[in-house]
Antibody, heavy 120, light 107 residues
Framework: EVQLVESGGGLVQPGESLRLSCEASGFTFNEFLMHWVRHIPGKGLEWVSSISWNGRKVDYAGSIKGRFTISRDNNKKSLYLQMDNVRSEDTALYFC?????????????WGQGTLVIVSS | DIHLTQSPSFLSASVGDTVTITCRASQKFNSYLAWYQQRAETAPKLLIFATFNLQSGVPPRFSGRGSGTDFTLTITSLQPEDSATYYCQQLTSFPLTFGQGTKLEIK
């Protein structure tokens, strides 16, 4: 059974940093592209970032480009999101998600999410 | 960027009804469109992928169709547990984008 478990969320002040983690199990993590998606209260879902199986190709939403960095450690079966210079609009529930196919496709497995609140 | 607009934004229907949600794209793309169901602040659940393919375990009351710029999700024989927010998503090109969501209320 696929499991994705996020951690690292919390209350952070504007301009500060936070690192989210997602630990994967139940599938061959090192073969899959992976994603971060966030649910902004009252606004809906927003795709945040993706990383290829080997970490060589990354993509970011325009709203976080230059501030967030996605990475992975295949040995630890873990996905990360380094969030720097956070803003109030980054307040959201952050999910990691796995696609149907190793190269992409719809997101068939999601973690439970980790809540990030940016507030002074 | 491919912008997705869902309509309606809010829908109220009764048990047993049939409803259709529309997702319109700002430009034509191939049919890599998915639909998700999200209840409250929980993880979204994949319902439909590649426009019309039913995800394993999803009841056949859910169906998808469309092409080009116009896509639909239809739910027949509505059940109380269908009360949720529904999102479309395009997976053709980065940035991947979601529609703004359609909140379905079961009366």
């Amino acid at each position: 059974e696929v499991q994705l478990v996020e951690s690292g969320g919390g209350l952070v002040q504007p301009g500060e940093s936070l690192r989210l983690s997602c630990e994967a199990s139940g599938f061959t993590f090192n073969e899959f592209l992976m994603h971060w998606v966030r649910h902004i209260p009252g606004k809906g879902l927003e795709w945040v970032s993706s990383i290829s199986w080997n970490g060589r190709k990354v993509d970011y939403a325009g709203s976080i480009k230059g501030r967030f960095t996605i990475s992975r450690d295949n040995n630890k079966k873990s996905l990360y999101l380094q969030m720097d210079n956070v803003r109030s609009e980054d307040t959201a529930l952050y999910f990691c998600a796995k696609p149907l196919g190793s190269m992409g496709g719809a997101f068939d497995s999601w973690g439970q999410g980790t809540l990030v609140i940016v507030s002074s | 960027d491919i912008h997705l607009t869902q309509s309606p934004s809010f829908l109220s229907a009764s048990v047993g009804d049939t409803v259709t949600i529309t997702c319109r794209a700002s430009q034509k793309f191939n049919s890599y469109l998915a639909w998700y169901q999200q209840r409250a602040e929980t993880a979204p659940k994949l319902l439909i992928f590649a426009t019309f393919n039913l995800q394993s375990g999803v009841p056949p009351r859910f169906s998808g169709r469309g092409s080009g710029t116009d896509f639909t999700l239809t739910i027949t024989s509505l059940q109380p547990e269908d009360s949720a927010t529904y999102y479309c998503q395009q997976l053709t090109s980065f940035p991947l984008t979601f529609g703004q969501g359609t909140k379905l209320e079961i009366k």
